[in-house]
């Protein structure tokens, strides 16, 4: 039992002496190849965060066991192997890593078959060349250090450009033609482009290379925007009043060109390009500045109104998780396209649009001059139509105007309140409400907007599209610029803005329109009108035609 104790202390003391000493901390890492995963935690069976690319550059946080911890996003942290990164903050400085291209290849002690296994190595392993002697070379790797043979080694070539597969399923052909062989797909991830004609581009692929067209790539060496609206209208100029040149979708990318009042200017096609709003756009490869995680490290939220909503992710569509009250404050993590990222006090993180909360601390505070501005702190009354015993009409489908009413109303609450509008609800529950405690609600708050939501039905089933009514002359403004947007964002058939002799507008003393989204006795339409695509188009619409009516009154 003694000798076996001895034995056991002496391995432990032999392993303790290979361990490799910590490092001290550098400031910064680049990435060097072509991508690698960012994980959870420091090893293989934590789960995956995201894919960094060449050439990116983060912040360390710590060390652990061959992982590195690193700085994402202000202080938003994930693991690398650090056998697949580079010391230093200058990419051209990276060390280039070479490729495994055997199983099961030994690692000597020395240079040479009679030298003693210290380990192997799996094909695809990336290593750290560090030194070589005749065909022999000393490599780094997954901890360890030792000699191979070159035969088992591939090189890597000079540094290439990189760039982005935009698109999944993206065909990749042996030539540039569409008429080549297939060679098969790609999703969208980073490659290494080989070549480049004007209609294809060249990339790094199995065996060799392949082409894609033009259109499916962009080079890392342009700023790239991802859309995260689920659709958004692109106009001809930096104002978000101006002609509409097209739509984009949720997870579409685009080169970035220019960046004026708030919004970018992004590349359409070839011979396209138009403007968006900044804050429905991720950009990619932004490089985090260490005096910003300093500040971010001391730095709180304040709530400034009572049922402000955090979110789970730093978009206005994104789930509430949390409604704290006036005067709460939650520690800053992180930074995210104008939303902070906080710690709430069961561990858990959320996000808080960062221009309607106030700072306490040195991060910057985050101030929008886009729609925002003319939507903070106006009060505006939504008012889910029918409710109850009260259902409305009905649809062909077995579709309530109650139901669907206070679904829109929903939807534009949450993007109201995520500007900075102070919003409320006539009913939030499938309740009954008279029509003089809609209009007493409007007035008790001294409203700066009441809207009404209604779908429309009549007695055929051909009649379709979109009308916004007002009673008052006063009140035809509001009615005219949310009609507009309504008919500018969606396919619905504009019936226009107009008198209409409704209870709700007519002692309505305050600000105020009714919105008939849409015709339910069409079968058609009806369908439409459930859709998500559709109710977040018209969700979208009216914060933006309540906000042109903010901007111009």
Known sequence: MRKSVLILVLMFMCFSQITPVKAELEAEVTINTDYINVREGPGLEFPLVKKIYRGEVYPVVSENNQWIEIMLGSSTTGWVAEWLIARGADPADAKALSMISGN?????????????PVGKLANGTAVEVIGQKDEWLEIKAEGLTGWISSVYVEQPAA???????????????????????????VHKRGVSIVSKTKKWVEISY????????????????????????????????????????????KGQMFAVIAEENNMVKIQLSSKKSGWIPLWFVKRNHVRVKKEDIEKVKHSEIVILHTG?????????D??????????EQFPVLSIKNNWYQVKLPNGKKAYAAGWIVEINGEVKQIKKTGYEAYLQNKLIVLDPGHGGKDQGTAGLHGTLEKDVTLRTVRLVADKLEASGAKVILTRNLDTHLDLNDRVRISHLHAADAFISFHYDSTIDQVT????????????????????EALSQDTQAKNRGSRFGDYHVLRENRRMAA???????????EERTINNNHYQETI??????????YFKEH
Do not use: C
């Open 318 to 327: 994104a789930k509430v998780v949390l409604r704290p009250k006036q005067g």
């Open 206 to 249: 199995p065996n060799g290379s392949g082409w894609v067209e033009s259109r499916h790539i962009l080079s890392d060496s342009s700023p790239l925007a991802e859309v995260t609206a689920s659709s958004l209208i692109v106009h001809k100029k930096a104002e978000l009043d101006s002609k509409k040149v097209g739509t984009v979708k």
């Open 514 to 524: 009714l919105l008939e989204l849409g015709y339910m006795s069409n079968p058609t």
């Open 104 to 116: 099961g290849v030994q690692i000597r002690s020395g240079p040479g078959k009679d030298q003693q």
């Open 308 to 316: 402000t909503a955090l979110r789970n992710a730093a978009n206005v």
């Open 464 to 483: 379709s599209g979109i009308t916004t009514y007002y009673y008052h002359d006063f009140q035809e403004p509001l009615a005219a610029n949310i009609q």
């Open 539 to 548: 969700a979208n619409a009216i914060y933006t035609g309540l906000a042109k």
């Open 159 to 185: 540094a290439q450009e990189t760039g982005q597969i935009i698109t999944n399923n993206t065909t990749v052909y042996s030539d540039s033609s569409d008429s080549s062989t297939v060679l098969g797909k």
